[in-house]
């Protein structure tokens, strides 16, 4: 959970992240666990130690061995992401790693001649990227989950998910000589939300977050974050600028594992084992890696023993990425619990008023309504909305207080 690069705008938007990763697969597990920064968190726990930790560029890797039955896990209170106005200035070393061609992101004279088409005309970095971004956004649909990874599939399909987006975002800056990165990481809130986006370097302001696919689905598709925990922005925004709940697991896709990555031979692989495709071809996610890297690190990577490869073996889902879930501190913290204490009780009251002539019962259940249409307004979701809403709900509410 590498937090580089972010500026924690108050004390008021810490966040609780705790993951979990147990060995329930047959023979040894190994684990390449995405590490957090100890000046970027608090309170930082963790039940042993790795074996091994190393770095690779901005990014700690913990390198763990784990027998059958043993689990690890690990906690800290951090800030959520925000990397606004970071003035950082890139060294040479991430400065190449961050214009590297890669397997997901590779930097093909298709996508060369896509990006200068598009950014024709325009000078400048932050010019250009924005001009990627306005194009992923009105040319790409978000389908998840896609039928393979890696930009060079999302060009040529045109739907794909959040990491499609990332991906091929990553891709286009490269070519044109402008430090990009795919961010792997998670919404803070909730149990196993995960969402990748991009961040790219410009020379004037440092890194900035750039999030094609919310910036999608918030031009194209507004309900569907519509009673969301998560806020959301003007979908423009999404150039610059994040609502502030996530945490950032990884600062890249396809990062060097260490100690290697020793994958199974091919033909010791079969489809039942297939995660997802990459690039058309099928990839086995705990049998095999990218050149020795793993294709993203949300917020692990693992290498199964082979014994689970045998007939009759099956992995069990939790086995793949472990399990993470992150809560909010403060009033957020606060405000969430009553927006599900609210809801809870106008469901009750809804199905106590089918059963029960009891006009009594409507009174808790419309304040209820009231309630969780404020706790949108406390939580900055949506508030122009639920503002007119909860005018409605409370004229319903004093409705139900003179009737009875």
């Known amino acids: 959970m590498s937090l580089t690069n972010t500026n924690f705008k108050s004390e008021k938007s810490k ?19 995405a590490w957090p920064a100890e000046n970027k968190v608090k309170e930082v726990q963790v039940t042993r130690p790795p074996n091994r930790l190393s770095t690779s560029v901005d990014q700690e890797i913990a390198y763990y061995e784990l027998k059958e039955g043993e689990q690890i896990q690990l906690s800290f209170k951090s800030g959520a992401y925000h990397p606004e106005d970071s003035s950082e200035i890139l060294a040479n070393e991430a400065r190449t790693f961050y214009l590297r061609s890669t397997v997901l992101s590779p930097l093909t004279e298709e996508i060369r001649g896509l990006a200068l088409e598009i950014t024709t005309g325009a000078e400048g970095a932050c010019d250009k990227a924005e001009l990627l ?3 992923l956004v009105d040319n790409y649909e978000y389908v998840y989950p896609p039928k393979t990874r890696g930009a060079t599939a999302f060009l040529d399909e045109k739907k794909g ?12 800056c490269r070519v044109l000589n ?44 507004k309900l569907q974050f519509l009673f969301s925990d998560i806020r959301t922005l003007p979908w423009k925004k999404y150039f610059g600028t ?19 990555y020793i994958e199974i031979e091919a033909n010791s692989l079969s489809n039942r084992n297939i995660f997802f495709k990459i690039e058309g071809r099928p990839f086995h996610w705990g049998f095999e890696a990218i050149n020795g ?27 793949y990425l472990g399990e993470w879930k992150i809560k909010e501190t403060g009033l957020r913290r606060v405000s969430f619990l009553l ?22 019962l409507d009174i808790p259940a419309s304040f209820a309504l009231v309630l969780v249409a404020v706790s949108f307004i406390i939580r900055k979701e949506r508030p122009l909305l639920f503002g007119v809403l909860t005018v409605f709900l409370l004229l319903s509410f004093m409705s139900v207080l003179n009737g009875t």
């Open 293 to 319: 890297s793993a294709p993203y690190m949300q917020p692990s990577y693992v290498r199964f023993d082979e014994r689970n490869l045998q007939e009759g073996t099956k992995i069990d889902n939790r086995s």
């Open 161 to 172: 998910d959040c990491g499609e987006y990332s991906f091929l975002y990553t891709a286009l």
């Open 15 to 33: 966040v609780i992240y705790e993951y979990e990763y147990k060995n329930r697969e047959e023979g040894l597990t190994k684990l390449w666990l």
């Open 178 to 221: 402008i430090p990009c990165r795919t961010i792997v990481g998670s919404w803070a809130v909730g149990k196993m939300q995960a969402h990748v986006w991009n961040e790219v370097y410009l020379e004037e302001t440092g890194w900035i977050p750039v999030d094609c696919s919310m910036a999608f689905l918030q031009k194209k598709k």
């Open 339 to 360: 927006k599900r204490i609210s809801i809870i009780v106008a469901v009750l009251g809804f199905i106590l008023g089918l059963f029960l002539d009891n006009r009594i």
């Open 242 to 260: 994040t609502e502030g709940q996530r945490i950032v697991f990884s600062t890249d896709g396809e990062i060097p594992l260490e100690p290697t």
């Open 133 to 135: 971004f306005y194009y």
